[in-house]
């Protein structure tokens, strides 16, 4: 089968496209043609080498995780899917795999998305979803009513962000380029601040502050909180609270509690799910490349089987 490969660390020039060999699945695994996969800014940290103490990977190594497609067949001991169940998923990092026209995977990890979902939209969410809900609810434990800020409303984890914390009967303030402002708005944002020529001086009393960006602006966010109030951060592993305030990094382990709810969802008609672009297989560095510049809006994804 195709897929991308890296043989050494390094920028998103060191991948490679190349034939691989799909591992023997387990009694309790699945074999899935991989319609979509989407790019994360954790396969970048992996193919740099940056997340080998926490995610280690050997080589050859087939980036990406995130990935929505089709059952081929499925071991002895799978008894809740089929071949031919259209199916969304995440793999551990350390195995990736999600850029390739096919994968192994344990059917435990898979949730099933009805027809009305395209691929592309499922494949986006794993990820981005996953990583809101956990940011939010898990570590930022956000209640209705309450005031957060969301950094890069218009990214694939702040466009998700912004959605479930006003369906949660949030205030919502999101950041975002000016281009971006009338979408964030659409997603639910209250307040939007154009991050390029406005500062966050007047936000105040913010329950939670969603960190995607670290740097300068974790730095600035924690002047927003009210006492008492917490940031959770996707990028600063060694955040400390300060002045009453806590702050936590989010470690974003499994998709699985979080898939059937993004699907229902998305069925429901309360979850827009924001495609920034679509590559070939030949073109994931192009893929890599454009989320490692931070500026996406939404999701970017390959589609393995073009």
């Known amino acids: 089968m195709k897929s991308a490969l890296i043989h050494e660390f390094g920028s998103p020039d060191v991948l490679v496209a190349g034939e691989a060999t799909l591992r023997t699945p387990q009694p309790e695994e699945v074999v899935v043609s991989v319609e979509a996969a989407s790019v994360n800014p954790l396969d970048v940290k992996i193919i740099a080498g940056y997340m080998q103490p926490i995610f280690p990977v050997t080589f050859p190594y087939a ?24 199916v969304v998923g995440r793999t551990t990092p350390s195995h990736g795999g999600a850029f390739a026209q096919q994968l192994v995977i344990a059917a435990a990890e898979l949730c099933v998305i009805p027809a009305s979902m395209g691929f592309e939209q499922a494949a986006a969410l794993p990820t981005a979803y996953g990583t809101a809900a956990q940011a939010l609810f898990d ?19 702040g466009s998700m962000a912004i959605q479930l914390a006003q369906l949660a009967g949030c205030h919502v303030i999101a950041t975002a380029s000016a281009k971006n402002i009338e979408l964030v708005k659409s997603l639910g944002a209250d307040e939007v601040i154009d991050y390029r020529s406005q500062t966050l001086e007047g936000v105040r009393d913010i329950d939670l502050v969603l960190d995607t960006l670290g740097g300068e602006t974790l730095e600035e966010s924690w002047q927003v909180l009210r006492p008492g109030g917490h940031i959770s951060t996707l990028v600063e592993f060694n955040i400390q609270g300060r002045d009453g305030c806590t702050g936590e990094f989010v470690f974003f382990a499994s998709a699985v509690p979080f898939l059937p709810e993004a699907v229902r969802q998305f069925s429901a008609g309360r979850l827009q799910i924001i495609i920034d672009s679509s590559f070939t297989l030949s073109d994931t560095r192009a893929a890599l490349e454009k989320v490692a510049t931070a500026h996406a809006r939404g999701k970017v994804l390959i589609r393995p089987g073009t």
């Open 139 to 157: 570590v930022g434990k956000l209640q209705p009513g309450q005031r957060v800020l969301i950094h890069a409303g218009a990214g694939g984890v």
């Open 63 to 86: 980036p990406g995780t995130d990935f929505s497609g089709v059952i081929e067949s499925v071991g002895e001991r799978v008894r809740h899917l089929k071949a031919g169940d259209r």
